[in-house]
């Protein structure tokens, strides 16, 4: 891996409206090795974004997502553009910067791209109604399909140009081509792992021939939007198209000034954070703490119910999701030989404080669940503790793993 990928300084939006699926663009980013990353909620993204060079926003609530950014998000963006960042948006981070005339969507217009699967009539639903569309004024943003996808990367495209990749779509948008944008993927194909919500005719209408993935110079930056989860952990191919779309980035770039030029400090893992630690006691607590959450979270997942949050509708799965997550790099962390002592608000007690909190939630949730209550606060509550838990979690955990504090 070249040295450059280890100094770039990424961050990942996880704050309102941010779906499990960020953390699909985490496991990509440790498949190959880079590890100066920070979770950007929306009350420090404007702040964050001077300090970093890639960002990246992944699914989710697209309505949600401008409403908590709209006051000073898209001056930050562009800001950010122009001095040569590089966005990454994947399915509602796609559609997030395309023209609208929507409330708090209409602060985000970077790029002129019209949507194929905007209808005025709602197709009948052949599986998962609730996931065919979204109202959007007096029509729908129609989803036709689910799951895995075939999409054919442009001759231009380097190492993968004119090849067919498999990657899963859950919502993302399929453009229609524009003098705005260089594409460079295209909706080619369906498999026998396509999940169809309604008639494929129509499904081929909608997505067959259309942009999958593209890209637009704005000032020194580029903004590359994702129509399917590239980053996707079961895709590595898709995974490998992100990685290279980044070097190609740097590739193409002028040099940048480095951290600290422009008055921004030059920190640890580019996010501010200090060497973190923990004691023996401390990672044991947490990790038995997050072992009885995991359990509460996996006998939650089998429930047959779903809440409609925002525009967006979300299962039990999602929770486990997020807890899988964390335990995942939790469970094999040894703490440092000689590790220093953690003072009372920091790092252990901080993390075991968010994951008794969440644990209570996931508890909580499931007796109301088997008590026939209301369950759609208490759901959204649940959601929003595990993705703030998660967030600090690996906010931690990469910086242990930078300045190696486990082994």
Partial sequence: MQEWAHRL??????????????????????????????FLSEEDFGRALPCLDVLMLSGGDTFAVARALERSGPEALRSFLERGGLYIGSCAGAYLPLHSSKDHLRSFNFVRGR??????????????????????????VI????????????????VWGGK???????????????????????????????????????????????????????????????????????FPEGNAIVDEWMRWHVARSRPRRPAGADGTAETDGASGRSEARLTARALDALKKEVSNMRIRAAALAREEISWQIGAKVYEPEKMLHFVEAVWTR??????????????????????????????????????????????????????????????????????????????
């Fill in 9 to 38: 300084r990424i961050g990942i939006y996880v704050g309102e409206g941010a779906s499990h699926s960020w953390t699909w663009f985490v496991d990509l980013l440790e498949r190959f090795s880079y590890s100066r990353i920070r």
């Fill in 164 to 234: 067919d990749v498999r990657v899963p779509l859950y919502g993302g948008p399929p453009l229609r081509p524009s003098d705005d944008f260089v594409p460079f993927a295209f909706y080619s194909g369906f498999t026998d792992r396509t999940l169809f919500l309604t008639e494929r005719e129509l499904a081929g209408r909608v997505y067959l021939g259309q942009v999958a993935a593209c890209e637009k110079a704005i000032g020194d930056g580029r903004m590359v939007l994702l129509g399917p989860h590239f980053e996707h952990p079961g």
């Fill in 330 to 407: 939790l469970a094999p962390l040894k703490p440092r030989n000689g590790g220093g002592p953690v003072r009372e608000h920091e790092t252990g007690d901080r993390l075991l404080d968010l994951a008794a909190s969440c644990h209570a939630g996931v508890r909580d949730l499931s007796a109301r669940i088997t008590g026939g209550e209301e369950t759609r606060d208490s759901a959204e509550a649940v959601l929003c503790g595990l993705r703030r838990f998660t967030a600090a979690f690996l906010e931690c955990y990469f910086s242990f793993m930078t300045n190696r504090g486990f082994r």
């Fill in 115 to 140: 949507i194929n699967n905007l209808s005025r009539d709602l197709p009948q639903a052949l599986a998962l109604p609730a996931k065919l569309s979204t109202s959007y004024g007096c029509a729908y």
């Fill in 143 to 158: 989803h036709p399909v689910r799951e895995e996808v075939v999409v054919r990367m442009s001759e231009g495209f380097p």
